[in-house]
């Protein structure tokens, strides 16, 4: 594995995901309330509003502060949030693009260039390197769903691109405006997903030794812990020995 879900699977590992659930809520929340403003505050009629719900509940997101978020957007005085996406390089040349919803750009962005500089990175101009990435869509599901046969057969019925198994279980990928139609056809097949949305998917990665990819998790530790941003996702990748020491 490689980029984002590496890093995630490593910092899960360390017993992040805890200490960090307030933000993550705030986080989710910020997503519920700029689907609601985008579209109507319905689900059933929100395509967008439906999958940041169903992607808080998969983190068990109290079901009065999705409420909360959604009220938010029908309020006049609430913050009004831009989605900005920001792209540079991280230690060993590695891409990285960070997306934020923001209702201030120019603390975003000074922040976000901050952090790029302290770990020996640079941010780039738009463009600078998404042309190495794919926009598509993923699906997880936990492993109790079924073995990787099954999960791999439901996805080929419902138009998926490719599948991948692993301890933290199984990844579906498909093409970014097909998100929907397959998400609704593997819940037929495999009953709800833990979650659905559209990522930024290397098209080749970069492998990293030890000292790289501390340096690199330190950097998108960082940047995640910024209040702004929502997503991360590098082209980065580890060995398993290298691995192995990182998650001891």
């Given at each position: 594995?490689?980029?984002?879900?590496?890093?995630?699977?490593?910092?899960?590992?360390?017993?992040?995901?805890?200490a960090v659930r307030s933000k993550m809520f705030s986080k989710l929340a910020r997503e519920i309330t700029v689907a609601a403003k985008a579209g109507l505050p319905d689900p059933a009629m929100n395509a967008r509003l439906r999958l940041a719900i169903q992607n808080a509940k998969a983190q068990s997101m109290p079901k009065d502060n999705i409420d909360r978020a959604i009220k938010k957007a029908a309020g006049n005085d609430g913050e009004n949030y831009d989605e900005v996406r920001y792209e540079g390089y991280g230690p060993g040349g590695t891409a990285v693009i960070v997306e934020a919803l923001t209702d201030n750009r120019n603390r975003t962005a000074s922040n976000v260039r901050s952090i790029f500089t302290k770990a020996g990175?640079?941010?780039?101009?738009?463009?600078?390197?998404?042309?190495?990435?794919?926009?598509?869509?993923?699906?997880?599901?936990?492993?109790?769903?079924?073995?990787?046969d099954k999960v791999m057969e439901a996805a080929i019925e419902a138009g998926a691109d490719d599948v991948e198994t692993d301890e933290e279980g199984h990844t579906i990928y498909c093409a970014f405006e097909d998100i929907g139609e397959v998400s609704k056809a593997l819940e037929t097949a495999l009953g709800e997903a833990e979650t659905v949305k559209a990522i930024?998917?290397?098209?080749?990665?970069?492998?990293?030794?030890?000292?790289?990819?501390?340096?690199l998790m330190k950097l998108i530790d960082n940047l995640e812990d910024d209040d702004d941003v929502q997503n991360v996702y590098s082209n980065f990748e580890v060995s398993?020995?290298?691995?192995?020491?990182l998650s001891a």
């Open positions: 594995m490689a980029g984002h879900s590496q890093f995630k699977n490593i910092m899960h590992r360390k017993g992040r995901q805890d990175g640079a941010l780039g101009e738009t463009g600078s390197v998404s042309f190495s990435f794919d926009r598509v869509g993923e699906i997880t599901y936990k492993l109790e769903v079924g073995d990787a930024w998917k290397a098209q080749n990665t970069v492998p990293v030794d030890e000292e790289k990819a501390q340096s398993d020995e290298v691995m192995a020491k």
